[in-house]
């Protein structure tokens, strides 16, 4: 067997006849010269292209998310700050036992709970979206806001507030209407209180969600990968080669999360060892220690379990 016949022979027949393998020169050309080997790889390389657009695309949708709750979260804290719900109105109500109108003067409280409703609302909408933002300046700004809220808790907690291990809010209404007004002031009304640090908090949230949103649309990712794929399609189009071989293996990469993922396993199991420790310990001391601790390490986790910190955080070769 030898030359063209032997070819034939061994890969199959370019004639019309019958055969097991549909196997043909052409074919044989096309691996010998790499041409089958470089559709290959930029079928690959273009599905993943796609992918990477498609992830751009849904951190884009996340970015307009936050910027959203951002806005209606400094709405609401700025609502509950007027001064003008902190002042005493004529309030009027009915006796319960002559059922006669009457008139006094006190605090609009059906107005003020919807308001610190409200405000709860938009806080908890906040942490859920930044939570899951791919944005550094995001998570910074939402973590300085979760930190300030942490420092005021204790307040918090007198006025009906309570903070969760999840760092979200929750209102207890009778609580808030029978809390001292003047703690109610201090946390709701004026300059540097805990309200208006969370306005402010709220406003930066809400700028880096743009500028991280103008970075994609821009300079960022999901604009180089479109670019990528164009530019692809353009260079097929006129007859040109998309990329170099050589080229084509400088562009491999490996990224490995196990690092990030053993940290986070750590930190989930000194959690659960923490949980079993509260339930088992008969000292209010000890067990005020290891809540604290459990607090800081469900704080750690909130960051660190997320995609944004593995991404961050992975060695990539």
Avoid: C
């Amino acid at each position: 067997m030898s030359g063209v016949s032997g070819i034939s022979s061994l890969f199959g027949t370019t004639s019309g006849t019958s055969q097991t393998s549909s196997f043909s020169l052409s074919d044989y050309a096309s691996i010998k010269n790499g041409s089958y080997g470089k559709l290959v790889k930029s079928y690959y390389r273009n599905e993943e292209n796609e992918k990477t657009a498609a992830a751009s695309e849904k951190s884009s949708a996340n970015l307009a998310s936050v910027r959203s709750g951002a806005d209606s979260l400094k709405s609401a804290a700025d609502a509950l700050s007027d001064p003008k719900l902190w002042e005493k109105k004529k309030i009027k109500t009915k006796n319960e036992e002559t059922g006669e109108e009457e008139e006094k003067e006190d605090y609009d409280w059906d107005a003020i709970t919807k308001a610190v409703n409200s405000f709860a609302d938009a806080y908890n909408g906040v942490i859920g979206s930044s939570g899951n933002s791919d944005s550094k300046d995001v998570l910074r700004n939402a973590s300085w806001m979760v930190g300030d809220t942490e420092k005021t808790a204790k307040l918090l907690e007198k006025v009906g507030i309570e903070v969760g291990s999840d760092n979200k809010l929750t209102v207890n209404e009778d609580k808030l209407k029978e809390a001292n007004v003047g703690t109610l002031k201090l946390l709701f009304t004026g300059h540097n209180s805990f309200v208006d640090k969370v306005s402010s908090k709220a406003s930066s949230i809400s700028r880096a969600a743009a500028k991280t949103a103008a970075t994609y649309t821009k300079d960022g990712t999901w604009s180089n990968t479109l670019n990528s794929v164009v530019g692809s399609q353009i260079r097929k189009a006129t007859g040109q080669s998309d990329k170099t071989e050589d080229s084509e293996k400088s562009d491999k990469t490996t990224t490995n999360t196990d690092k990030v993922d053993d940290e986070i396993k750590q930190l989930k199991n000194r959690k659960e060892k923490l949980e079993a420790q509260i339930k088992k310990e008969y000292s209010p001391e000890r067990r005020r220690e290891y809540e604290k601790e459990l607090k800081e390490i469900e704080k750690e986790l909130s960051v660190k379990d997320t995609d944004y910190y593995r991404r961050q955080n992975a060695v990539v070769s």
